[in-house]
């Protein structure tokens, strides 16, 4: 049984270089101007005009994992690649400029993380959700001020609520 490190087999890895050599320092005259925020600022501007057509892209890839379990069945493996299409999106939507994107998918993400089995998720939800993510990227339901999209969303968290009461907590839940 190895111990210790010198017992044991290991490499130490070196990186490349030196990254400070891949930045300019700035002149003491150029620092007191530079605005870390404003700058910031602008290249999340600059990156905004893409963050539709990346929304896109997460929302074909959650259309795609669901044609999958159209396809193959619901089992853990699609199921999987379902949730994490969903995740990605629950997670990107809010920098992406579609915090009720991101609310749907949050849902969609808790009930898929609540079933207690692949079986036991509806079909129907599920392509609803889909369906409704979808919808919303494409008509740019970005936030609250788009009312069919808070309607939408809140018709599935009610559902979604109402089909959840029927399994008990788990232990770890309570």
Not at 72 to 98: C, D, P, R, V, Y
Not at 126 to 147: L, P, S
Not at 152 to 173: H, I, R, S, W
Request: net charge negative; aromatic share 6%.
């Amino acid at each position: 049984m190895a111990d210790t490190a010198k017992d044991q087999n290991y490499e130490i890895l070196s990186p490349p270089g030196d990254l400070r050599s891949k930045v300019r320092e700035l002149t003491p005259r150029e620092a007191k101007k530079f605005d870390p925020v404003k700058a910031a600022e602008d290249a999340m501007h600059r990156l905004s005009q893409h963050f539709g057509a990346w929304m896109d892209n997460e929302t074909r890839a959650l259309t795609s994992a669901w044609e999958a379990v159209q396809a193959e069945g619901m089992s853990e493996e699609t199921l999987a690649t379902l949730f994490q299409a969903a995740h990605n999106i629950k997670g990107q939507a809010l920098t992406l400029g579609f915090p009720l994107v991101g609310e749907a998918a949050a849902s969609f993400c808790h009930l898929i993380e609540t079933v207690p089995s692949p079986a036991a998720l509806p079909l129907d939800l599920t392509e609803r959700y889909v369906e409704a993510i979808r919808a919303m990227v494409k008509e740019g339901a970005r936030d609250d001020a788009n009312r069919t999209g808070v309607q939408l969303l809140e018709t599935l968290k009610t559902v979604t609520g109402d089909f959840l009461a029927q399994f008990p907590p788990k232990p770890d839940d309570v």
